[in-house]
């Protein structure tokens, strides 16, 4: 009985464990894989809780990517995502992500934070399309020739990782229109 028990409980324990493990944002992969600016090899975890590397796993053949470094940038990111979602419905072949980029941390602050953003998140969209960076930032600005962390940044890159067009900062008119004319020229 008492052997019973112990198997009951390790097979509890192990069972737990598994379940929990799927919660848990793995480390964020970073690969340079040129020397001009790119947007490199670098995966990590949506707030759906799947696993995607970038430029391998984005859906569009034109690819929004709005990179932010401090929690205070949500407020930048949230003027694009209007324009962004009108662009999607337009531009066949558009999809935007928001990557949210923090420095490497062990695994229970990596859920945390993740886990925290999820629950602020109920779009579902939203929540397939932002991916959180845990990565060494500085060689993920050096990829990209991201000069600080004090704004956001957007860049247009396809599925190789070419930069097509790049800004920072909130929405503005002006942005908006050059990536439009970037799209255009690209469809021709």
Do not use: C
């Not at 949210?100 to 934070?113: E, K, N, Q, V």
């Amino acid at each position: 009985m008492l052997f019973l028990r112990t198997v009951f409980v390790f097979g509890l324990i192990i069972g737990g464990m598994g379940l929990a493990w799927q919660f848990f944002p793995g480390k964020s992969k970073l690969l340079l894989t040129r020397t001009e600016p790119h947007f490199p090899v670098v995966s990590g975890n949506n707030l759906d809780r799947q696993e995607l590397e970038f430029p391998r796993d984005f859906a569009g053949e034109h690819n929004l990517v709005i990179v932010a470094f401090q929690q205070y940038h949500q407020l930048k990111v949230n003027t694009w995502i209007p324009f962004a979602q009108e662009t999607e419905a337009s531009f066949p072949g558009f999809v935007y992500y928001e990557l949210p980029t923090i420095s490497a941390m062990p695994t229970l602050s990596r859920t945390f934070i993740n886990e925290g953003m999820r629950a602020g998140i109920p779009d579902q969209t939203a929540r397939e399309r932002t991916v959180t960076l845990y990565l060494n930032k500085q060689g993920f600005k050096t990829a990209l020739a991201i000069p600080n962390e004090k704004d956001i940044y957007l860049f247009l890159v396809d599925r190789d990782g070419s930069i097509l067009w790049q800004s920072s900062g909130d929405y503005t008119p002006d942005k908006a229109a050059g990536l439009l004319q970037a799209l255009q020229e690209l469809r021709k």
